[in-house]
């Protein structure tokens, strides 16, 4: 199994949320292929909404950064994981950064699903993902509802699932890596 791990974290040198993504990459790696994107250390910009990938340069970002290698990682993986600390309430700017760019990977042409209007695949498939997040000091169920909520729908118009959101502090890394690599 193909497994890309999304690292948003910020923080300088060892941190919690870093070792615990260590540690969790070194047990995939026992049985599948794992490749990490560290997206802080990236030359990563943000989306412009220039629609240039959508109709200049179909499925090519514009803008000539770090994002080609994270899309082509992506879309080619069986599985990938979206990891960020909160911070006030929500995943870092360097994730969402590369959340909002992903839409290179959709065609802009839209379809009805769900009663509602997407995009349609640019892909004949795409991988399903899981987030892990570590929780700040006040984040409590609701704070975690909402990050939640807002992941299942990025899924839903990247026509995938979100298989699970764990926070570090009550998910084992035997538990984690288990879970990414069942159906």
């Known amino acids: 199994m193909k497994i890309t791990i999304l690292n948003g974290d910020t923080a300088d040198g060892d941190s919690d949320f870093g070792n615990y993504l260590d540690r969790l990459e070194k047990e995939l790696k026992k049985e599948n292929k794992v490749i990490r994107f560290d997206l802080k250390a990236m030359d990563l910009k943000y989306c412009m909404g220039c629609w240039t990938c959508w109709w200049k340069t179909p499925g090519r970002c514009a803008i000539k950064d770090d994002g080609e290698k994270i899309f082509r990682e992506v879309i080619n993986s069986d599985f990938f994981i979206f990891a960020s600390p909160l911070v006030a309430g929500f995943t870092t700017a360097e994730l ?52 939640s909520e807002i992941y299942d729908r990025l899924a839903l118009n990247f026509h995938a699932r979100k298989k699970y959101l764990r926070t570090i502090d009550k998910t084992t890394i035997e538990g984690l890596a288990n879970e990414t690599c069942s159906n």
């Open 96 to 147: 969402k950064k590369i959340c909002d760019r992903l839409i290179v990977l959709l065609h802009p042409y839209i379809k009805i699903k769900e009663g509602e209007f997407h995009h349609r695949k640019r892909y004949a498939r795409y991988p399903d993902f899981g987030l892990i997040v570590q929780a700040e000091e006040d984040t409590d169920d609701i704070d975690l509802k909402i990050v």
